[in-house]
């Protein structure tokens, strides 16, 4: 018991972002007129890359700093997946293990710059941002690329449909319907995440982000910490650029989209309950931050124009809405300020 | 004290890079074209022409960098600002503007120094309102309606062959030069910038001073709106995305310590000038979009090593 | 004594340093130091702020690298180039300043050199608990949960937790800087009794510590050092309390203070303030500074005197209780409303690096900071007023500076703490507070301080002075409040003034012959 409790008072903005999140989509849920696991299915689908790119941005942004180019990464992975997950069967599995090293290497490449550079996190990033979507316009000056269309399919739908494809197995009930982007995130957390926590260097991170000098005297090794820190970002940029490839299967190196996603990957992880300041926070709760962005558009999708409400659901308030409901967030969790009695600690 | 330790070593090396880049260019079209078309009175103009816009955006940036914040509500400021100053038209409009310039920059202020939310996701969210309300206010459709006289006299008309946004570049730099150099409010944001705590236990009214560096960041925003808008005759959607993350690089390139503190404001219109030249050069050297690209980032990186590298040597 | 001893104990070691010394941008912080500290003892390092005590502390602890001089341990050469290679030997080392990362758990930050790990080489968080729980249990705090975040625990549980962390680290010297500042007096007997345990099982401590009780308690050896020279090493009992003191500070240490002037009637009041309470660091805390007057604020660290001068200058919010200046109630706010004519007060804050300078800045701006609003025309500073002012006061505090605009950063602490008081004595302030203005600065520039603190007085300004250094309460000050727990428990002046009567009633002991302060 005492350790939910301790859970809980320590994930607070985790646990904030999964409410807030279940809160809207049972709302979404409400009111959509046939929801079923196709909806899932599409809402995963729509969901996935921005959930990645959130999560890239959160490890950054856990040792303190800030990442500008997760948006460029992942468009330039999605160019590079166009050409090398453009053939079939073994080398498209080759294809995807390239994509994520590249995602991997670029994001170490971002982390030595500020490491040994002695660069600030974010201007590095701008940089190296605008390097790769320079990358990505050399690759592909225009949108285009085919990656092969059973295997876009097959990954971005359910179990089912995965098995169906490739004749791997036939309807496995109710199973079968469960959508792959969940079991991706799943692995995602399970097989990355919930390990390199564990790991000296994933708790060196918190601890460099919540204080470089007390790790610095502590013995921990931060260098390494963020050099890992940073070629984790890269590589989970680097899934979603793979994602989008399957998604829209080609590569298009859209630079407002990159933008885009870099600026939403922030709001993801501050929705989800990562300190800006670093050192606490963490992926699970971004997917949840993500997933609460998501749900707002979806809610806008499907309230009918005719209800009564119907005139503020309007798909032209969405993007009001949207700043809306993150202003009012963060400032909620601004109540703090007025509660300090000491005004020198609010300069700490 | 010889003038040139009074200038700053990043001016100095950038400004160097601006010869670098005209002399590397020259060289190119001497080779191809036989002429220097890149040190035509002509073309330096129009290069100030069109770096004028994201010249006084980055100043206004500049001032809130120097507190240690950050401002990614300039774009959609930007954009709002013309885009209404072109609905409403006349007078009325340039007011609206400037309204707000004013209007948001007081938010900004209010919500970082008040709220004490990190300015980064407060201004996000702040620019994600306004994108939002100017979605609603055009339908999500491109504005009919074309940029108003003053607009274009700003934007895009010359007297004596110079163009009017380069001289509203310049009065902007003025005044924001003589805010910082010569009256208590720059004191306070070099001060507030360095040590937030001892400015304010050296009886600073941090807060109204962090609230000022924000409006003075808007206002900057939508002025550069009003004179954009007028070059391209007509206000547009996304008019103001293509100068956020240029305007911060200008003002780092310029020797502004991104974490507040430090930095002169020369430093910025250079930084403003190299993004300008360098990409002008590059695309009249017919280099690829993808390779500009590149080398923007490169030159950046560059640059900061080479600073960061005389900053360790110092200390 | 620095040779020749029996072989080390298991687990001890002994630790050699030889013509030590270093230098930060020309200020000697050592010069050619010797010092030895045995296995199986408890050595305390006692000296003036500003001796080299801290000093020879990083080195040890391989935060700073000498630039020369030799070290060994247990016999074999060693040179380590980060706190890490100094682990890895053995070396462990409590800061004053806390080494933990607040957002992580007890548990975490104990273990976060060298976790317990599973086969599979990840962190076992169960061995990790119990690992904490049992070194939390060896220092006598079974009741921290080792799952609590260090954020949310008080001051003196995390300092019980940091020296949970070093005992986890298999140290063989073990050095103690201030570690018993932020505890409290049951903890204190704790960790007295595994310091005790800990020599008796043959590992070498150093302790550094400005409380003589203390010392007295623990220590086998002390070492004296005094403006970055090693003094003299001695075995307790060798020399007197007095004696101590006499090699810590010096042999002119009585003239160091400007004689105080005689009074015949008490001053006119100019700061009164009555029942101030700030749960649970003021409580109805009443008190005057007359004109022309130098109160002093003692007791131990943490009794609330600095939250005293901070509720004073409008830094706190909810502050109960009234102030008056001049007889006249006031509010004041903030410290923008504390610096105004109408109220006059100044504050030379506790931390100058980060709460009184702008590092970075220059030594003229950082001057007139404070003042600017005095030297401004029309919206604009007037640059030859500023100027002028700032060559007036650059004289008058004597701060040795060759270019004003070169950053304040480049001054020697001394010259820094005076750029401070500079600021203050532009705005032209008649309340002047001051909160432990002489740390970290030199035997010198204290004086001059001193000095300017008395002709400030003779000037007819009211001075408010807190200080943990007991010399300067008895030297500096007309009378002396000692905190105790939030409150002010005595009052003492004139004969009553003694070093004895101050440690006396600093713990808030019965001491008899002194009449329980009667506030006025």
Known sequence: ?????????????????????????????????????????????????????????????????????VGPLMTLVNCFGSIVMAGTGGSIVLGVIACMALGAACGFMNGCIVVYGRIQPIIATLATGAIYLGLALFLRPTPGGRIDGDFAWAFTNDINELGYTYGWWEDLGWFGLIPLQPIYLILIVVLVWLPFRRTATGRGCYAVGSSEAAAFMSGVKINRCKLTAFTLAGFFAGCAGIYLTMQIGSGNADAPQAAEYTLRSIATVVIGGTSLYGGSGGVIGTIFGALVLRSISFIFRVVPESSALGFVASPLLQPFFEGVILLIAVSLGAARTFRVRNRLSLFT | MSLVSKIDKPILIGLGFIV????????????????????????????????????????????????????????????????????????????????????????????????????????????????????????????????????????????????????????????????????????????????????????????????????????????????????????????????????????????????????????????????????SVLSVMQMEEAFRQVIYGAVIIGMLLIYSRGRIVNA | M?????????????????????????????????????????????????????????????????????????????????????????????????????????????????????????????AQRRQAEALLARVGCEDIDPRERVRDLPLSRRQMVEIAKALGRHPRILILDEATSALTGSDVEKVYAILHQLRD?????????????????????????????????????????????????????????????????????????????????????????????????????GQGQRELLLALFGVLRGV????????????????????????????????????????????????????????????????????????????????????????????????????????????????????DPTRGIDVGTKQEIYQLLRSLAAEGAAILFYTTDYDELIGCCDRVLIFYDGRVVRELSGESLTETNIIASSLNLQPGEIPTGAVQ
């Open chain 3, 2 to 126: 620095l040779d020749g001893g029996p072989a080390a104990p298991v687990g001890g070691a002994d630790l050699v340093m030889r013509g030590i010394s270093k230098s930060y941008g020309g200020v000697h912080a050592l010069s050619d130091v010797d010092f030895a500290s045995r296995a199986g003892s408890i050595h305390a390092v006692l000296g003036e702020n500003g001796a080299g005590k801290s000093t020879l502390i990083k080195i040890i602890s391989g935060v700073v690298q000498p630039d020369r001089g030799t070290m060994s341990l247990g016999g074999n050469p060693v040179r380590f180039a980060s706190p890490l290679e100094a682990n890895a030997a053995g070396i462990v080392c409590i800061f004053q300043e806390l080494s933990l990362m607040p957002d992580l758990s007890v548990a975490d930050n104990i273990a976060i050199t060298d976790p317990p790990r599973t086969r599979l080489g990840l962190i076992d968080g169960r």
């Open chain 2, 20 to 279: 670098l880049i005209l002399a590397v260019g020259t060289v190119y079209t001497l080779s191809t074209q036989g002429t220097a078309v890149f040190l035509s009175p002509n073309y330096l103009m129009q290069q100030l022409h069109v770096g004028a816009f994201l010249g006084i955006t980055a100043a206004g940036m500049m001032m809130v960098i120097l507190l240690g914040h950050i401002d990614l509500s300039v774009p959609w400021t930007l954009a709002a600002g013309a885009m209404l100053a072109t609905a409403i038209g006349g007078p009325l409009g340039a007011l609206t503007c400037i309204g707000v310039g004013l209007t948001v920059g007081l938010v900004n202020g209010l919500g970082v120094a008040f709220l004490r939310v990190p300015s980064m996701i407060f201004t996000l969210g702040v620019n994600t309102v306004l994108l939002g309300l100017m979605v609603m206010l055009t339908g999500g459709h491109a504005p009919q309606s074309a940029a108003t006289d003053l607009m274009l006299f700003l934007g895009r008309d010359r007297t004596l062959g110079i163009p009017h946004s380069v001289i509203v570049w310049a009065l902007v730099s003025l005044t924001l030069v003589f805010v910082l150099t010569r009256t208590p409010l720059g004191r306070y944001m070099y001060a507030i910038g360095n040590q937030e705590a001892a400015a304010y236990l050296s009886g600073v009214r941090t807060r109204l001073v962090i609230v000022a560096a924000f409006v003075m960041c808007s206002l900057c925003a939508v002025i550069a709106g009003l004179a954009l808008g007028g070059y391209s005759a007509r206000a547009y959607q996304a008019m103001g995305d293509a100068y956020l993350l240029p305007s911060i690089a200008a003002v780092v390139l310029g020797g502004t310590n991104i974490l507040g503190g430090q930095g002169r404001y020369a430093g910025t219109v250079v930084g403003a000038l190299i993004i300008v030249l360098l990409q």
């Open chain 3, 201 to 301: 099982e043959g590992l070498s401590l150093l302790y550094i510590s400005h409380r003589m009780h203390e010392i007295e308690e623990l220590a086998d050896t002390c070492s004296v050092f005094r403006n970055g020279r090693h003094i003299e090493t001695f075995k307790k009992g060798d020399h007197s309390d007095d004696e101590i003191v006499q090699l810590m500070i010096g042999r002119d240490w009585s003239n160091v203070f400007p004689p105080k002037p005689a009074r015949t009637s008490p001053p006119e009041p100019v700061l009164t303030a009555r029942g101030l309470t700030w749960p649970p660091a003021l409580r109805d805390i009443s008190l005057s500074v007359g004109r022309g007057e130098i109160v002093g604020v003692g007791g131990l660290d």
């Open chain 3, 320 to 435: 109960a209780g009234t102030v008056s200046i001049g007889g006249k109630p006031v509010k004041i706010h903030s410290p923008a409303s504390a610096k105004s004519p109408e109220i006059g007060m100044a504050l030379i804050p506790e931390d100058r690096k980060t709460e009184g300078l702008m590092l970075p800045m220059g030594v003229a701006d950082n001057i007139t900071m404070a003042a600017l609003p005095w030297l401004t025309k029309h919206l604009v500073v007037d640059r030859s007023a500023e100027a002028e002012k700032i060559k007036e006061m650059v004289a008058r505090m004597q701060i040795k500076v060759s270019d004003l605009d070169a950053p304040v950063a480049t001054l020697s602490g001394g010259n820094q703490q005076k750029v401070v008081i500079a600021k203050w004595l532009l705005t032209g302030a008649r309340i002047i507070l001051l909160n």
């Open chain 1, 1 to 69: 018991m005492k350790t939910l409790r301790f859970a809980i008072a320590h994930n607070l903005g985790l646990v904030l972002a999964i409410g807030l999140f279940v809160v809207l989509y049972a709302i979404y849920v409400s009111m959509h007129p046939n929801y079923g696991m196709n909806v899932v299915l599409q809402n995963g689908n729509e969901a996935l890359a921005l959930i990645l790119v959130g999560m890239a941005q959160t490890m950054v942004v856990l040792i303190g700093g800030l990442d500008l180019s």
